[in-house]
């Protein structure tokens, strides 16, 4: 049973921001509950009830979609594990729980296809797998009720065609949003700038397009600019949380900076961008004319409330949200003199 919230190319087409939280793998990881490396959710069959609660989370922050968790459960990749076994039923599951949150908080469902990482360019039998795994996860999202389907993360252009070539087959008319990702050199792997595959998938009947991934804000605004340019729908921005910068234009690139050691996927806490960060690149989207707004690796709830306080939201996690005023180092002299007396030294 699918929602009767109102559906995302209606919002588009009515100018109104969606803001997707995403981001799951990454925190599933930091909280113990699965692997780096292998990065597959198993958590949606071990604690179905954390993803749940996620989800709300998310929604409790502003995000008007609730992502299934389905990232990286394909066929491919639950084999790497030993769990090919389990495919239906995990992304079944996750779906599910996607489908009940968005029912509970009157949002949007997304179901999710993502990177294969089999992909070959001009191989025919990698294309086919690679059908075979959009398809049966296309069609199970349908089923599940998604009120439309992210493919997203990918890194060829051949890819993200095939994922909205499979949506429009498959999706019974379920709307598609497609991101690439980029590259150090904004160059998709099979040689075609991101905005001109942007713009392909765009023609090619995608409700929205734009990037995701490996990128923070920084290094990831002049690629954004360059699909504005060249789309002209709605488009989509979702970054990851860290500081890149010219010298590290992607997260999978810092090195730790005591022992020079890779910092990609497991230390890299310490190059996570900032809450203000958040808000001044999400304000920046919006004059650029983004109207997708995401967080993807990296994120967390904070990051999301500011997201979506930038666009204006007043999401039930603002009631929570910093005010330093009612801080005792704050209060104007004379109150709470001993917790001040306490709390400086007086020059
Ligand atoms: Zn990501």
Partial sequence: MTTKVKGLVERLKDGEDIIVAEGYLFEFE?????????????????????VKVMHE?????????????TYYAHREKLKVIGRENDLEILNRKALKIAREVANETNTLMAGNISNTTIYEPG????????????????????????DYIIG?????????????????????GTPAVITISPTNDGISYDGVPLEQV??????????CVGINCYRGPDTMRPLIQKVRAACKGPIACLP?????????????DFKDHVTGESAYPADMDPYLISRRRVTEFTKELKELGVQY?????????????????????KPPASRYSPDMSQHFTNFKDGEHERATRNFYVKT
Avoid at 30 to 50: D, I, M, N, S, T
Avoid at 240 to 252: A, E, G, P
Wanted: charged letters at 30%.
């Fill in 30 to 50: 930091r909280r113990g509950y699965l692997r780096a490396g292998c990065f597959v959710p198993e958590v949606v069959l071990e604690h179905p009830e954390l």
């Fill in 57 to 69: 989370e998310f929604v409790h922050a502003g995000s008007d979609v609730v992502e299934a968790f």
């Fill in 123 to 146: 191989n025919k039998e990698s294309e086919e797998k690679v059908r075979e795994i959009f398809k049966e996860q296309v069609e199970w999202a349908v089923e599940e009720g998604a």
């Fill in 152 to 172: 997203e993360t990918y890194q060829d252009g051949g890819e993200a065609m095939l994922a909205l070539e499979c949506i429009k087959k498959y999706g019974k």
């Fill in 198 to 207: 942007a713009r392909k998938l765009e023609d090619a009947g995608a409700a």
């Fill in 240 to 252: 990851s949380l860290y500081r890149t910068n010219d010298q590290v234009k992607s997260m999978v």
């Fill in 293 to 313: 707004f995401g967080l993807c690796c990296g994120n967390k709830a904070y990051f999301t409330r500011a997201m979506a306080e930038a666009l204006g939201r």
